[in-house]
């Protein structure tokens, strides 16, 4: 059974840092991976996508330069490091994966989430 655990959501001050993971069990081939935020009463917004390999990575122009994507397969876990927080990228993240060596970058194509971990900054 595939599964993904997200984590390192937490309280910032605006400005600061954090790295969420997301740590991948039982998948066996190839997957990538991609990162979501949502508010509640919003719509999910795509943040970010890397490839199995990690050859190949998506930013969201709302992220780019701020948000970097990596992944560690020998770990089988991915991050997301957010840099320069700001109140407005408070939310629930969510990773998520789609199987194969790519991904289309988007909420539809994926088919398996972790459940989130919530990302606060405070002004």
């Known amino acids: 059974q595939q599964l993904l655990v997200e984590s390192g959501g937490g309280l910032v001050h605006a400005g600061g840092s954090l790295r969420l993971s997301c740590a991948a069990s039982?998948?066996?081939?190839?997957?990538?991976i991609g990162w979501f935020r949502q508010l509640p009463g919003k719509e999910r917004e795509t943040l970010s996508c890397i490839s199995h390999s990690g050859d190949g990575t998506y930013y969201a122009d709302s992220v780019k330069g701020r948000f970097t994507i990596s992944r560690d397969n020998a770990k089988n876990t991915a991050y997301l490091d957010l840099d320069r927080l700001t109140p407005e990228d408070t939310a629930d993240y969510y990773c998520a994966a789609t199987l194969g060596p790519g991904y289309v970058c988007a909420d539809y194509a994926m088919e398996y989430w972790g459940k989130g971990t919530r990302v606060t900054v405070s002004s």
């Open positions: 039982g998948f066996t081939g190839d997957y990538g």
